[in-house]
């Protein structure tokens, strides 16, 4: 017997949960005898809506939607970052969740998947405003998070600032510091080493691991990052030091290209002093149209949702995609980018170095030992080549693409999870 949709969602077929979706259909017929659970995938266990209010300094009050969304918890406590943005909805929350789920597996991390979002523009509100709406959101989830429960971290608009207000908000409610309730803190309180540069570290690892597979090396090979914050400017910084040319960059004021190489060390210096890409001088500012044009070996999109569209798929001249962002790739645009014998490294690998090192940042706060950054930087390495080798290999076992493949070894691992473990009571 099929089981109805759910109720709380809208049945937009663009939207992200209908994509992940789309994505556990493609799965399904791989599973073997553990596609009696697959419905376990098709759902949330637990989503948290709150009211988020908050004490304006101009003396209104202002309300604000949060969420906190747990997937799955069949491996291990809840895992998944928070994102600050206008266009957060439940939907996008679950759907983001669930893509932990598969990633946590997929890297044989033992936790579940979970994600949290904030409806708001980070950016329209004073230091203190965004402290209180970060205490108080952090407050109103604290019935569901904690270091064995579920563990946030930084995603779109959050960053280490962020997640040290997580802490010790959650640590006055319980009444003891908790380092390990969140990940991505400062090092000065139980934070990681390499935390900050590992998703940028981890996108860079995937693609040149694939391109090597592909046969073609990194160095001198054309590169296109999409989404230049912190996190990917280091995936560009990385590519750049390995001899590849970065051709073209976007972020969210607009796009830059320079076919002789940008010096991204440079740019990154340029944006993090205030400036904006589109103005720095060692590019030259072009549409939006033209930078899905630029021809380039390896692309990377690294900013939000839905950016490789089918129309986008149909024209994009590259050999590589490697998602940096989650959900950047439409199903349509993955059917459309196979056919074209594009190789897509999905989000649940390719940006799985930030999970990864927050892991290794919760098992150190746990045992108050700390690593050395090199051991970090090795650990990572290793972790997601193996992953990486498992992912082709099973690709090449089931004849599928990259995402199906992580989507059945990830899959596979959380369904063997819930079927062990039985259904309470
Ligand atoms: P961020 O806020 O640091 O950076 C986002 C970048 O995207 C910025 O450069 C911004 O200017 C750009 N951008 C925003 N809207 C854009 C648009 N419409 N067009 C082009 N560029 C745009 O965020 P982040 O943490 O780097 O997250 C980016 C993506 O990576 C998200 O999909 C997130 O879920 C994913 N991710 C982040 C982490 C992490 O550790 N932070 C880990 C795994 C995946």
């Not at 556990?24 to 073997?32: E, K, Q, S, T």
């Not at 409806?119 to 203190?128: E, I, M, N």
């Amino acid at each position: 017997m099929s089981t109805p949709g759910l109720s709380y969602v809208p049945n937009n077929p663009q939207s992200p949960w209908q994509m992940y979706l789309q994505q556990v259909d493609r799965v399904a017929p791989h599973l073997g005898h553990l596609q009696r659970w697959v419905e376990t995938l098709k759902r949330c266990k637990r989503v948290l809506a709150v009211d988020i209010p908050i004490n304006k300094d101009d003396g209104t009050v202002a309300h604000f939607e949060g969420f906190r969304a747990q997937h799955n918890l069949s491996r291990g406590p809840g895992k998944g970052g928070v994102r600050f943005h206008p266009d957060v909805t439940i939907d996008e929350v679950m759907a983001l969740s669930a893509w932990m789920t598969v990633k946590n597996a997929a890297l044989n991390l033992p936790y579940g998947g979970a994600k949290g979002g904030v409806r708001v523009d980070p950016k329209a509100l004073t230091r203190g405003e965004l402290e209180r709406l970060t205490r108080r959101y952090t407050s109103e989830i604290g019935l569901i998070i904690g270091p064995d429960k579920d563990i946030p971290a930084p995603d779109v608009n959050t960053n280490d600032q962020i997640m040290a207000w997580m802490m010790d908000t959650y640590s006055m409610n319980v009444g003891a510091t908790a380092t390990g309730v969140v990940t991505g803190k400062p090092i000065a309180l139980g934070g990681s080493l390499g935390r900050r540069e590992a998703t940028g570290r981890g996108v860079y690892i995937a693609a040149r691991e694939t391109a090597r597979a592909m046969g073609f090396d990194i160095s001198g090979a054309r590169v296109v990052v999409q989404g230049f914050g912190n996190v990917r400017g280091i995936a560009a910084k990385l590519f750049r030091a390995a001899g590849a040319v970065v051709v073209g960059l976007q972020d969210a004021n607009g796009s830059v290209v320079n076919e002789a190489g940008i010096d991204v060390d440079a740019a990154l210096d340029y944006v993090a002093l205030g400036g904006k890409l589109t103005e720095f001088k060692g590019a030259t500012q072009i549409t939006e149209g033209e930078f899905w044009a630029i021809k380039s070996d390896i692309f990377v999109p690294a900013a939000l949702e839905n950016q490789l569209t089918e129309a986008r798929a149909k024209t994009i001249s590259t050999r590589l995609v490697v998602e940096g962002a989650n959900g950047p790739t439409t199903p349509a645009a993955d059917d459309i980018l196979h056919d074209r014998n594009i190789i897509v490294v999905p989000d649940v690998i390719a940006n799985a170095g930030g999970v990864t090192v927050s892991y290794f940042e919760w098992v150190q706060d746990f045992s108050s030992f700390f690593w050395t950054e090199a051991e970090i930087n090795d650990r990572l390495e290793r972790i997601m080549v193996e992953a990486l080798k498992a992912v082709v290999a099973a690709s090449e076992k089931h004849k599928v693409s990259l995402r199906t493949a992580a989507f059945i070894i990830a899959c596979t691992r959380v369904l063997a999870a819930r079927e062990l473990r039985g259904l309470y009571p």
